[in-house]
């Protein structure tokens, strides 16, 4: 099935969104009254997206990383248990995870690029370790059973100079998760060379810990790691356990669809396909700017 990331774009005209947020001089001077307020409105507005989907034929959809501002902030987080109205919050997370199975919609999850367990500056590993914790704590409130099926997905992060030793550091810090936030966490293949193919992921990642891996067709372009993009896809799809269908990412290069030769990473306002599966089966997150419109354009080419 084919999902989009985040905001849906005719909602969004309506002001209805799930990332309203504010700043810590906000945060600081309204407290946690206001900001319940904000993360109720988000999740009130979550449930009318999860409808909207439904009605429009989307299971698919990425979850937004801002739904609990400040969530997993090191001095300023916060359990949502304790919040004020928080029964209201759990309530609503409560019931979209309902919806969510009884409708069986698949929810996933792509925190930023911030999240880098590979560093080695502890510091930035210990945010990351809050960050991840954070999302996986909101999927358990939505009853969700930990497994990548709920992805929380994650680049691998810098190479430092020394890709195999970083490798090797994204495995070790794995074991600072939670059982559940590892049950959930996957990884995905990198847009730059001097980064990491879906090849490292495999010989250095996966074959260590386990993960699966979330294949990324545009970066496969600029980072083949000597593979087709058919043998990259397959090996990808061989790690996920075979109870769950795997997730890939698609978008296409804007600076192709500007009329220009060579290609770029930065993802298209819509994409055209082909999506080549060469007949696997998989949930594909189209990653472009213009959310559910992109996926109209489409036109059911994918192969």
């Not at 019931?95 to 999240?115: M, S, V």
């Not at 939505?142 to 090797?168: D, R």
């Not at 698609?250 to 930065?266: C, D």
């Amino acid at each position: 099935m084919l999902g989009y990331a985040c905001i849906n774009k005719e909602l969004r005209e309506n002001n209805i969104f799930t990332n309203r947020t504010l700043r810590q001089a906000t945060l600081l001077d309204k407290g946690h009254d206001y900001l319940s307020q904000i993360i109720i409105q988000n999740l009130e507005d979550f449930k009318t997206i999860m409808e909207w989907n439904e009605a429009n034929g989307f299971k698919f959809f990425r979850i937004s990383s801002e739904i609990f501002p400040f969530l997993s902030h090191p001095v300023h987080g916060y359990q949502i248990s304790d919040l004020p109205n928080s029964n209201v919050i759990l309530s609503l997370l409560k019931d979209i995870g309902d919806y969510a199975k009884t409708h069986k919609h698949r929810l996933t999850t792509h925190p930023g690029p911030f999240n880098v367990l590979a560093s080695p500056n502890p510091d930035v590993v210990s945010k990351a370790v809050l960050d991840l914790e954070a999302h996986s704590t909101v999927f358990d409130l939505m009853g969700f059973t930990p497994s990548p099926y709920n992805k929380i997905n994650i680049h691998v992060g810098g190479a430092y100079g020394q890709p195999v030793e970083a490798l090797a550091r994204f495995c070790s810090n794995f074991n600072l998760l939670s059982d559940a936030c590892k049950a959930r966490l996957t990884v995905e293949n990198d847009d730059r060379a001097n980064l990491y193919s879906t090849q490292d992921l495999y010989d250095h990642v996966h074959k260590v810990i386990g993960i699966p891996i979330v294949f990324d067709y545009h970066h496969h372009i600029f980072n083949t790691g000597g593979q087709s993009e058919q043998e990259a896809l397959e090996l990808a799809l061989s790690t996920w356990p075979q109870d769950i269908t795997p997730v890939v990412h698609y978008s296409e290069s804007r600076n192709i669809h500007q009329g220009e030769e060579k290609p770029t990473p930065a993802h298209s306002d819509i994409v055209y396909g082909p999506i080549n599966t060469y007949g696997n089966t998989m949930d594909i997150m189209v990653e472009a700017k213009h959310k559910e419109f992109a996926i109209y354009a489409l036109n059911n080419n994918v192969l």
